[in-house]
């Protein structure tokens, strides 16, 4: 008697072309498909929440996968964490609908943008941040936010090559968090960027915190963010900021 | 006109043998040499407090190193971070009296150890933990922590082979947090052992970790602690914990 299951992951991106399967690399989907199949006894396909890129990591990605093993889900959840590499941890198996599926279903999506300001970022947190030197005006980045924030035409904040019918996305929030890191006597600060909506294209949680950098380090004003929205263009949008500072932290159905 | 500086480092041991400069692999030490050296314009030694082992983490290991160059301090540590790898980091550079030597000076040190329990460990932090799957009993560990407190002779608890005039050392205390972990959903618990002292015999603070888990786990029993500290054999102790959950945390002068 087949049966769906949700899967939840959590994974460390570095080492990984992305959540998709791919020719070019190892990709978490492969990894996942292996273990599962190695249980099922037959090649086995997920569908996964959303394709985090190259070297984004996640807190929370969500996995659904039909199977005929009759394995209870907290054997399967040991069973799966002992096969898989330890860059990659299933932390929760439960049952689903017969017609769940982790992308379609999914109706809106947090995602974390970790930042180091300062001279220099701990060696326990490099792996995982984008080092940006200078002193950020939070006050501004989150003015930008604000601008974001609704439904809009997000075409400046895709990248490059896409091919998705619409651009128009709704941010429900953007949330800029400023503290002293924890761990080590530090001249710097931690700034957490939150971004949460119904959907994102190509790049656009990175591409959103490359342009409120911008903002924050005074190269852009914060009234490009409404030209970059009402234009369209890439480049009037910032930079895409580096995969290794985004998290997937929640998928909500 | 030489001077002699302090230097305190934050590096993750993971990809070096050690502290210490050894002909079989990437050390911490040789890594800062030959940074200073590149500054100096000639070969140049330093001092390290403690000669962390293989895989073992510092927070705050101090090196004294004496220069003729007259950069300043700000500048020599930007310089620094920007030759050495990212898994080492110069986190403060200060002047010091010109006999200040970072080893015999040093008149007290602080470790902590961090472990996780419960099925499965963070992807992030799983090159800085120890992942012990069972439910601890810390209050037997703090009763095990106590009877270790004061001067005791440590013979026990130091790897086969030392060295050492003597084996008599003094620790000022051992503390045991156990909290559940910040990051991500979790049926495990967070524990972090940190351990102060006034000098420590080599793999000494791992053996307590190793022997202060198995009474934990309820493999021995507390009153083992006051054994193995009468009468000094190695197989007297518990384990040595991996090095991977050491960090060196201060060194006090």
Known sequence: MPRTLKLTLAYDGTDYVGWQRQPNGPSVQAQ???ALGRIEGRPVRVIGAGRTDAGVHALGQVASVTLDHGLDVMTLARALNATLPDDIR???VVD???DFDARSNA???LYRYRIITGPWVSPFERRHVWHVPQVLDCAAMREGGTLLCGEH???AFQAVGGSVKTSIRRIDRIDIDLRRPRELPAVGRSVTIEVEGNGFLRHMVRIIVG???EI????RAVDDVARAIAFG????????APARGLFLVQVSY
Do not use: P
């Open 96 to 98: 689903a609908e017969a």
């Open 211 to 213: 342009t409120l950098i």
């Open 216 to 219: 924050g380090n005074g190269r």
């Open 107 to 109: 109706h809106s999506k």
């Open 90 to 92: 299933v932390i929760e």
């Open 32 to 34: 996942l498909e292996q």
């Open 153 to 155: 035409d997000f075409a």
């Open 233 to 240: 263009g890439r480049t009037d949008a910032g930079q895409t």
